[in-house]
């Protein structure tokens, strides 16, 4: 398991590299001045889809050419 500081890190960089460092700082300023509660959002995020659909789109995704390796 990584450090949170590595985490974090990371994070920052897979940001810059999709969104360009401008656009990420916004991103992250943005994140900060919302109350966001991500553990609620995941739980509606896709409530009316199964787990296998999910799966399904998931490995559509993953076998797409928008997927990034």
Excluded: P
Aim: net charge neutral; no cysteine; glycine share 2%.
């Amino acid at each position: 398991m990584e450090t949170n500081a590595i985490i974090k890190i990371n994070g920052y960089k897979a940001l810059v590299k999709e969104l360009g460092e401008v656009q990420a700082e916004k991103f992250i300023s943005l994140v900060q001045q919302e109350h966001f509660d991500y553990t609620e959002w995941q739980k509606k995020l896709w409530i009316e889809e199964s787990v296998e659909a999910t799966s399904r789109k998931a490995m559509q995704y993953k076998e797409s050419k928008d997927f990034k390796r």
